[in-house]
T-cell receptor, first 111, second 113 residues
Framework: QKEVEQNSGPLSVPEGAIASLNCTYS??????FFWYRQYSGKSPELIMS????GDKEDGRFTAQLNKASQYVSLLIRDSQPSDSATYLC???????????FGTGTKLQVIP | EADIYQTPRYLVIGTGKKITLECSQT?????MYWYQQDPGMELHLIHY???????EKGDLSSESTVSRIRTEHFPLTLESARPSHTSQYLC????????????FGEGSWLTVV
């Protein structure tokens, strides 16, 4: 089993819809979780981090964490064509452990 | 906004040449990383460092080497470049601790002809 599982997509949603991106992880001691956005040919940039169970909202983005079920999700409300990118989830177990990235989900927002 | 810089951004070089990709960060982060990523493909960790004089191999085997003599500087070297080394190389850094957000540089695109 891979440490981080993401559907590679592409996930296509119409403009204005809610895009839902999911990620599962296998390391039960993971403490910190991150969502990164990567445009084609660019480096990843941090969208959100989440450390506690529940929801965390930032503008049109909501991260959801469920440690018992070992999944983290990202909701993008009112999706825009500019949201079209690959979204990477990542987690960290703390201390000297390295951050582990998923393979990414490609999102396409159709105008 | 993260302050992590990579040079060169783009490099085309002949087979057999030695190259060094530079990476510097001004945030005082202890941890630094090198990732390799082909277009449209996943990130692969090739090297990381937890501090000065600390370097470790990542998940993907790489013929490159790294050094960490100063906190802010983490250069990557290829002694003899080959076409198979053509890729994007991303440098990143983070603080020690559970927050541990990784910040990426803009990347170095290497083409070996």
């Amino acid at each position: 089993q891979k440490e981080v599982e993401q559907n590679s997509g592409p996930l296509s949603v119409p403009e204005g819809a809610i895009a839902s991106l999911n990620c599962t992880y296998s390391d039960r001691v993971s403490q910190s979780f991150f969502w990164y956005r990567q445009y084609s040919g660019k480096s990843p940039e941090l969208i959100m981090s989440i450390y506690s169970n529940g929801d965390k909202e930032d503008g049109r983005f909501t991260a959801q964490l469920n440690k018992a079920s070992q999944y983290v999700s990202l909701l993008i409300r009112d999706s825009q064509p500019s949201d079209s990118a690959t979204y990477l989830c990542a987690f960290h177990s703390g201390g000297y452990q390295k951050v582990t990235f998923g393979t990414g989900t490609k999102l396409q927002v159709i105008p | 906004e993260a302050d992590i810089y990579q040079t060169p951004r783009y490099l085309v070089i002949g087979t057999g040449k030695k190259i060094t990709l530079e990476c510097s960060q001004t945030m005082g982060h202890d941890k630094m990383y090198w990732y390799q990523q082909d277009p449209g493909m996943e990130l692969h960790l090739i090297h990381y460092s937890y501090g000065v004089n600390s370097t470790e191999k990542g998940d993907l085997s790489s013929e490159s080497t790294v050094s960490r003599i100063r906190t802010e500087h983490f250069p990557l070297t290829l002694e003899s470049a080959r076409p198979s080394h053509t890729s994007q190389y991303l440098c990143a850094s983070s603080e020690y601790g559970t927050a541990n957000t990784i910040y990426f540089g803009e990347g170095s695109w290497l083409t070996v002809v």
